[in-house]
């Protein structure tokens, strides 16, 4: 993922500038998001530019609703004043962003939540190297915004008072929550602080909450005399299992679907997809009420389908097609392959005939975890050795963006400031790292979109290699989940970089650390690093319970060099508790060694001078 990648889900993006210094704000900041430039004269040739002739106050209306983004590069006040005619609600706003003329600061102005103007301005931010000023109050809370809290887990918005639920959230009310379905990783991050009060269906309007947010697949009606506000969050559980004889209209089948949710008081937005026979994959009417809902089509053979125990088979049907059930099975079996645990069936067949159109059967089964429409994506993030400055801009974009960030608890701690409010943060131990990756493809499978973070760069004794290699091992295609890799900078080079230039000519890593490689492996290639005279980066030399590979390490590069070849001794480089020795190999083992200390081994050239390590590249020769 570039810069410009990360930008995609919030295009089309306008920038706008007035002013020199404000063109020259704004234009290479375009370039990387993808936005255009809107100016009112191009006198420098700038690329990815529109020009209008009108006023600024008559061009905004003509791109308000073509952006789902636009930037200001002006003065907050003016910025109100030219869009205050044009605001409708925050449902259907663009994201609004202010920056001032020097890129020192990033406004999210309108639109925080629906239109992501927070996030975008934490992505600007990250870019510019500038503060971002999020005014929200549930960001102060470090709360997820209520009106985007299922969108992760493909969750639909259902009635209620929203705008008032959310005043309640941000004004740290009580609200009660029931969840009777869906996913509760969303309750595992909140605050401990938070206003939820998660109670049961029986709990009456005479608690103390000031509101209720249901989270179910039944479909509500709120007395409009009640004085409580509520909202509705319909996770996508339900599958919808369909028989119909060949030619059924598009029309009858939404007919029949509708009326056995009204009867079964169930959410139509609570449908995850819709389940039929094989033989019903290139159903007209299928087809069209599938693209008409967005919702994807399932098809099972007969001989999936006569496995499934349904409570009303049908010889007749069994004589038909192959199978004593279609619509009942279908939807069993397509819930339970959303799934590792049995589904239920909630709604057995129900017949809906037309004298005019057919005959329709509906069933609906109910899956435990919800469907959630997206594409899954896996990140893969080095974040250097641990100092915010380290960590390149596509990889603070990359854990800004993601659902989930999982990693060590010591590195989670570190990237604090780049989380945003509703993450997911999972922290695992430093020795489960195949737990991690596990946890992360599972979570990717399903279609959320994971960071898994890495000290240094990912890619070297970092993470990239095991998630990989599990993906491999699940007979991954390449393609889902999607993975992309974000390089950081390593320990070896933020080491390196601490004292000098050591790493100028040929060199080498190698880990001491004898939990995934034999020690008699490692030993061989102690031996021929030392033996040919490569610089030798050392990583994990020395543990509490490992303490004699480092000595024999010593001995090694001692029957090859020179005892006083430079070698660097950095711990925790570019942190807080950061401490560098310049030594010599005869002297190493004199200063303290740890698991956070890299050790660099000078070659045959390399020499001290005035505290600075130095190996000569040759060009001087």
Sequence with gaps: MNSLSSFVPFHPIAAIATTPQAIQTLQPLCQQIGATLHLRENENNLENTYIYQTTLKEHLPTIWQQNKALIFCLATGAVVRLIAPLLEEKFHDPAIIVIDQMGEFVISLCSGHQGKADQLTQLIAHLLNAKPIITGAVNSLNLPGIDILGVPFGWRKGQGNWTKISSLIASGEKVEVIQEVGSTLWQDNLPENHPFYFGFPEINETTQAKGRIWISATQRRFPEESNLPKIQWHPRVLWVGIGCIRGTSQSLIERAINQVFQQQHLAIDAIAGIATIDLKADEIGLIEYCQKQQLPLKTFPPNLLKTVEVPNPSNIVAQEVGTPSVAEASAITAAISSQTSPSSLIVAKQIIKSENEGTVTVAIAQSNLEYTGRTGQLYLVGMGPGSLNQITAAAKTAINQADVIIGYSLYLDLIKPLKRPGQIIEALPITQEKKRAL??????????????????????????????????????????????????????????????????????????????????????????????DFVTAIYNPRSQTRTTQIIYTQEVFLKYRDPQTPVALVRSAYRKDEEITLTCLQEMLNFPIDMLTTVIIGNSSTYNHHNWMITPRGYNS
């Excluded at 390593?490 to 020690?519: E, K, N, Y």
């Design 439 to 532: 946890r992360a493809i599972e979570l990717a499978q399903w279609g959320l979109t994971v960071a898994v973070i890495s000290s240094g760069d990912c890619g070297i004794y970092g993470m990239a290699g095991l998630v990989l290699e599990e993906l491999k091992k699940q007979g991954w295609d390449g393609k889902t989940p999607q993975v992309e890799v974000f390089p950081g900078i390593t320990a070896l080079q933020a080491a390196a970089s601490r004292v000098g230039t050591p790493l100028m000519h040929d060199f080498c890593a190698i880990s001491l650390s004898d939990l995934l490689t034999p020690w008699e492996v490692i030993k061989k290639r102690l031996e021929a690093a030392a033996m040919g």
